[in-house]
């Protein structure tokens, strides 16, 4: 329609146009630790061209592959599933474990994701290289060394989840569930306990947790990570939203998809860069670990909160990857 109206510069269109994260979760956690070789991963320093986390990781783990195949002290077993699948890891095959290790997933969950997309590509639904017990044998193995490459290579984030895995295991042994504020004032409080009841519909059943019951240690401490970034990144976003909305921009967004018109788009992209920055400029880590230790003074001193980086987080305002 823009083409055919004789003049495209100035025809009014409605379509919204997004710029979405890269690997958004890391960008949270590479900022909270100032971690400068996370951050360059993914897109919070500026470079000529984006990088990629899942190609980084990718590369990680065929290297990793490879130097087990050549180590003479490796189980045999094991030596011959890595020469299985060594020219069978791609990018798709380690996605989608990069992109949830931040939000928890387990070896188990790691393993089972994997394990689809060697199914899809040389399962039976593919060219069938691969009998079932391979791609279950494989899917284990290259899950070991794909969360341990993405440790390897995001030692920041790490440590970080270390201790708020650590500091959410001491207050559950309160007996009280896990509870802080967002920078924007938000109480959030993780509400998994023991003692759940279901109630059955027409349409399904639906889990309800009795919020006076024993808590679930397990799941406060397991959670405690995923939850807190999640909180982070929607902080994020409602600032981008407040401000944008204050400059009478036009706004949607779904956890790191931020949509306004074509218009707006350069704006957006300084607004959403410049809420990161002052975000991020505040002690957000210091601040937890002094309202944990407020709010649950029986929990006993929290560990020493990790070592920041170098990473100036102002670059950022000048990275044109950060989102796109």
């Known amino acids: 329609e823009a083409e055919g109206s004789g003049d495209p510069a100035s025809f009014l269109s409605n379509l919204a146009v997004h710029q979405d994260g890269s690997c958004n979760g890391l960008q949270h956690y590479a900022a909270l630790g100032l971690d400068h070789f996370g951050g360059e991963q993914v897109n919070l320093v500026p470079g000529e061209k984006p990088s990629d986390p899942y190609t980084t990781v990718c590369r990680q783990v065929v290297?990793?592959?490879?130097?087990?195949?050549a180590d003479p002290d490796f189980d045999e077993h094991k030596r011959e599933i890595a020469q299985l699948v060594v020219d069978k890891v791609d990018r798709k095959v380690v996605k989608q474990t990069v992109m949830t290790t931040v939000y928890g997933v387990?070896?188990?969950g790691a393993r089972d994701q994997i394990a689809n997309r060697l199914r899809e590509k040389y399962g039976e639904g593919g060219s069938d290289e691969l009998t079932a017990r391979e791609i279950r044998e494989a899917s284990g193995y290259i899950a070991s060394v794909t969360l341990k490459s993405v440790g390897d290579i995001f030692k920041g984030a790490k440590t970080i989840m270390q201790w708020l895995t650590a500091a959410a295991q001491q207050v559950a042994k309160t007996g009280r569930p896990v509870r802080w504020e967002t920078p924007l004032g938000l109480r959030v409080v993780q509400p998994y306990t023991k003692d759940m009841s279901c109630v059955k519909t027409v349409v399904q059943g639906v889990a309800l947790n009795n919020e006076r019951g024993r808590i679930h240690r397990q799941r406060q401490r397991t959670a405690f990570p995923p939850n807190f970034v999640h909180s982070l990144d929607s902080t994020h976003l409602l600032?981008?939203?407040?401000?944008?909305?204050?400059?009478g921009g036009t706004f949607a967004g779904v956890h790191d998809s931020y949509w306004t018109h074509a218009a707006d788009f350069e704006e957006l992209a300084f607004v959403l860069r410049d809420e990161f920055v002052k975000l991020y400029s505040l002690d957000i880590m210091g601040d937890l670990k002094a309202s944990l230790e407020r709010d649950f003074p029986d929990a006993g001193p929290l560990p020493p909160l990790p070592h920041k980086g170098s990473l100036n987080i102002d670059v950022v305002r000048d990275s044109p990857y950060f989102f796109s």
Do not use: C, G, Q, V
């Open 63 to 69: 290297e990793n592959i490879k130097k087990d195949i």
């Open 106 to 108: 387990t070896y188990i």
């Open 239 to 247: 600032m981008t939203a407040l401000e944008f909305d204050r400059r």
